[in-house]
């Protein structure tokens, strides 16, 4: 039978240890033992022991907890209790598959405390599967968080097995930290680092779930022929976060999640399934294996055909928070204009209501002041008729404490409520010569909320966009609210289910409304994918890396890099925009987002920046005289706004031209080709049916030969923007991309 193949246990007795007798007896527990094909997973008292084939990183027990429980006292939140492993031992059961450790109570500091803890460990096809449940039976204690099971010693360099993090689009270390290792001054945007904790004499990554700083919920150690997955499969897609710790002293590496809960006296809680498994091949096993489970739990939102053929966006805001309009409703048949002129097919219309920008939310009124209602209705329309569309904006979380009857009336009283009984807020400050706007963080499960986040979604409707975005709510992580008067437990996890809920409550309303309209937020997560059609870019890897940056991905002398291929190709039919706050984009952002299947974004926030696009006038930088968080001066000063412009409409009219791979075929990344280039040339591809679409790119400085080998396909042509048509083997010019299309 498959089990009694894959699945060794070795249980000479079964050991039943009564907690008085823990010391004496912690050596005596009988290890046991998994199997696939790829390795073992072995527990002891020492702890997680994998064992594996050579081609992917193995492990070491060494002593340490392998599990930790955190304990809040209800009557005085800044009690805690930790319990772990190290004072308790299980009993030992097997069961058809596996093992289960169960502690029928626990000891901490020589205490007894009424919580049962059972763990049950499997293989499930290739895999380890680790869950269990968690059951409190103490009056005045919730159990907040439970770490583990953590797989400890793990033998790996990260130049021969580098860590994938699902950092926004992704992020690989490829080096490890330490004290003179620059890695700990990167300059991503909205990327991980080390930290060192001093108490345990290691540097460690955390990353919370969901949110952009972890929008999938598993990472690897990935080498050339094989590696380790390490994954939750938890179909709730609760907060939790990832734990990496390296002890430089054993250079090792440690994995583990922490999964925040609310277990009460009487309650249980479950585990969610805690995946390791060792592979042969290359990263995109993992990212295949994550896929394949997440299809089972959370289908995928069904985009509209226009947001899919669509090119990207012109972001911009009309109304400032200090009242100074950049454009009014009847503008925006010339902003539609200067937006088609680069190829961009909608408009993101922020600060477009009485407010202006990061002010009166959650009030959103046409502005008399812009035009009015009539002439917003007639505007948008007129943005339809040209085949273009209009996306409006609302802040998904934010209420302004000033400024509106809604904040007495509702606002404050469905604000989060932190651990300390003060309200939990957000400061928003753009001009210095306007004052900041505080803002409270809504509970997003309030029923109020979401009565108020539908109103905007149908006002929007009715007014003639095509969809509506909420902005940050794939930006923040999970929190922790204290309110008794939200109609959740007290303490309760909070910007996990409820946000997800929130979304897909207001999407499937509309679709009954307009099955067109979309839902966009900012940021990213997967825990969203069934409900947001398309998301605005705030994350790592959405932001375009610098040209030294790109380049030292290339060469191997970063220490870590953006790696959106691990979102892209687990998720490639995801819409997701560059983020560009900017009113022109230069060659290198508008490869990038090409050869990764990314959306194409302007921003235009200021008064010069209508300038820039309306006269093509250069900004200077008194121009931001007044405004704290300005534009990136460095881009718009150094790029011709005019042969920005048209590279931009070159390459949207090349993706546009082949669109059946570049927007609707699927990112495959580096699988079904080899490339013999240079180390500043990149290779991605796309599919299709029985095309295959390879994009070629020289991210450097001078021209290069590359070649490509596609076996079972035969080349039918290529193509360049701008060019069309090209000899396949002629040197690729700095800079630029080519797209090779084969044929099965």
Not at 148 to 159: F, K
Not at 208 to 234: I, K, V
Not at 290 to 303: E, G, H
Request: aromatic share 10%.
């Amino acid at each position: 039978m498959m089990n009694q193949k894959r699945v060794i246990f070795t249980l000479i007795a079964m050991i039943s240890f009564s907690f008085a007798s823990v010391a004496m007896e912690k050596n005596k527990v009988t290890p046991a033992v998994l199997q696939t094909d790829a390795g073992k997973l072995i527990y002891s008292q020492k702890g997680l022991r994998l064992e594996t084939n050579g081609e992917c990183p193995s492990s070491v027990a060494n002593g340490d907890a392998i599990w930790a429980i955190v304990l809040q006292n209800l009557n005085d939140n800044q009690k805690e209790v930790v319990i772990s492993n190290m004072n308790n031992v299980p009993i030992i059961i097997a069961t058809a598959n596996g093992f289960r450790l169960t502690y029928p109570s626990l000891v901490q500091d020589g205490k007894k405390w009424n919580v049962q803890l059972s763990l049950d460990f499997s293989v499930q096809g290739e895999a380890f599967q680790v869950n269990g449940t968690i059951d409190n039976q103490v009056s005045g204690w919730v159990v907040i968080k439970f770490i583990g099971p953590v797989v400890n010693g793990i033998q790996a360099d990260l130049s021969s097995f580098p860590l994938l993090m699902p950092c926004g689009l992704g992020q690989v270390f490829t080096k490890e930290p330490s004290a003179d290792n620059p890695i700990n001054k990167i300059s991503l945007k909205g990327a991980l680092t080390w930290r060192y904790n001093k108490s345990v004499s290691a540097y460690e990554i955390t990353a919370e779930y969901p949110c952009r700083f972890a929008t999938m919920q598993w990472c690897a150690m990935a080498g050339r022929n094989g590696g380790l997955y390490f994954a939750s499969h938890d179909k709730e897609f609760r907060s939790k976060k990832f734990r990496v710790r390296y002890q430089p002293e054993s250079k090792t590496f440690g994995l583990a999640f922490q999964h925040d809960m609310t277990c009460f006296a009487g309650e249980s809680r479950s585990i969610p399934p805690q995946i390791i498994m060792p592979y042969s091949g290359t990263w995109h096993k993992g990212a295949d294996y994550y896929r394949a489970w997440y299809d089972t739990a959370n289908p995928l939102q069904d985009v509209p055909a226009w947001a899919r053929n669509s090119s990207g966006w012109m972001l911009t805001i009309l109304k400032q928070q200090n009242d100074e309009i950049m454009w009014d409703y009847n503008d925006l048949a010339e902003l539609n204009r200067l937006s088609v002129e680069r190829g961009l097919d909608i408009i993101g219309l922020f600060g477009w209501a009485h407010g202006g920008h990061d002010r009166f939310y959650p009030d959103y009124h046409p502005d008399p002041a812009m035009g009015g209602r009539e002439a917003l209705v007639k505007a948008l329309a007129g943005i339809r008729k040209t085949g273009k569309r209009s996306i409006i904006y609302a802040n998904g979380q934010l209420i302004d404490q000033n400024g509106t009857d809604y904040w007495n009336e509702t606002g404050k009283n469905i604000t989060v409520l932190k651990k300390d009984g003060t309200l939990d807020y957000e400061k928003w400050h753009k001009y210095t010569d306007a004052p900041a706007r505080m803002h409270g963080l809504a509970c997003l499960g309030t029923e109020q909320w979401y009565e108020r986040m539908l109103f905007l979604a149908l006002q929007a409707n009715e007014l003639g966009a095509d969809g509506i975005l909420y902005d940050q709510l794939a930006v923040r992580p999970p929190k922790i609210c204290y309110s008794p008067n939200h109609g959740h437990s007290v303490p309760a996890i909070v910007y996990e289910k409820d946000r997800c809920r929130l979304l897909e409550r207001i999407a499937n309303h509309m679709k009954t409304i307009n099955p067109e309209f979309v839902v966009m937020t900012e940021g990213l997560c997967d825990a969203e994918l069934n409900s947001v059609y398309y998301f605005h870019g705030y994350a790592n890897g959405a932001y375009v890396p610098l040209q030294e940056e790109l380049t030292a991905r290339l060469n191997g002398s970063a220490p870590t890099s953006i790696f959106p291929e691990m979102f892209k190709y687990t998720f490639p039919e995801v819409l997701n925009t560059v983020r560009n706050p900017s009113t022109v984009a230069n060659r290198l952002i508008m490869n990038y987002g090409t050869v990764f299947g990314l959306k194409q974004e302007l921003e235009s926030r200021y008064a010069a920046d209508v300038r820039h696009l309306k006269e093509d006038r250069i900004p200077v930088p008194e121009d931001y005289h007044n405004v704290i968080s300005k534009p990136n001066l460095d881009l718009v000063t150094n790029e011709d706004p005019v042969a920005s412009k048209k590279y931009m409409r070159q390459v949207i009219d090349f993706q546009r031209d082949n669109a059946d791979l570049l927007w609707q075929g699927r990112f495959i990344d580096e699988q079904r080709f080899s490339l013999k280039a240079d180390a500043e040339v990149m290779a991605k591809a796309f599919f299709s049916g029985n095309r295959m679409g390879v994009i070629v790119w020289n991210t450097g400085h001078r021209e290069q030969e590359f070649s490509l080998d596609v076996p079972g396909y035969t080349l039918d042509h290529a193509t360049e923007p701008g060019r069309g048509n090209v000899k396949a083997n002629e040197k690729l010019k700095a800079e630029h991309i080519r797209l090779l299309i084969w044929k099965k």
